[in-house]
Nanobody, 124 residues
């Protein structure tokens, strides 16, 4: 069992940056590949990015490529999402998730553990 807690969300203006953090407890984070998803009211939770257990492999959805960067510090049991050049359409609740799968996944069902989410609001 692993517990995940996101932080770092907030209200920013378009073009600003935010860094989200996801702190894990209960198990060693390096046992899991990690992902970030986001959700807006009335829509399904969507995949944003993920990172392999050692941090060597990452993948991003097209809409955030070149603006968002996922990273991890296994010694600190923490995963980060650096978000630059934020747009109003990035407004959502952002969730981190842990997967015990070896292969990186983009589907909700491929992740075993979820945080409670942190709100990111980008004003125009």
């Amino acid at each position: 069992q692993v517990q995940l807690v996101e932080s770092g969300g907030g209200l920013v203006q378009a073009g600003d940056s935010l860094r989200l953090s996801c702190a894990a407890s209960g198990r060693t984070l390096s046992d899991y590949s990690m992902g970030w998803f986001r959700q807006t009211p009335g829509k399904e939770r969507e995949f944003v990015t993920h990172i392999s257990r050692r941090g060597r492999d990452t993948y991003y959805v097209d809409s955030v490529k070149g603006r968002f960067t996922i990273s991890r510090d296994n010694a600190k049991n923490t995963v980060y999402l650096q978000m630059n050049s934020l747009k109003p359409e990035d407004t959502a609740v952002y969730y981190c998730a842990a997967s015990s799968r070896v292969l990186l996944g983009t589907k909700i069902t491929e992740y075993n553990y979820w945080g409670q989410g942190t709100q990111v609001t980008v004003s125009s």
